[in-house]
C-alpha cells in the first residue's frame, strides 16, 4: 500500500509505504521545497513493528 500527499501547490509533500493490512507504516518520507519549487531536502524513514512478518 502507498499513499501520496500534495501540498496546494501541487507538490508531493509525504509518502507513505506500508503493508496492506493498512495499519503497519514501513516508510515515510518527506519533501521540502526552495523557493524555486526545487526539492531541496527529503527525509526518509523506515520503522519496525515488533512481531511483523514479511
Do not use: C, F, I
Request: aromatic letters at 12%.
Amino acid at each position: 500500500m502507498q499513499t501520496r500527499q500534495w501540498d496546494p501547490a501541487g507538490r508531493l509533500q509525504e509518502q507513505l509505504l506500508g503493508r496492506s493490512d493498512y495499519k503497519t507504516t514501513l516508510l515515510k518520507r518527506t519533501y521540502q521545497y526552495d523557493g524555486m519549487k526545487k526539492t531541496y531536502r527529503s527525509n526518509v524513514h523506515w520503522t519496525t513493528t515488533p512481531n511483523a512478518t514479511p
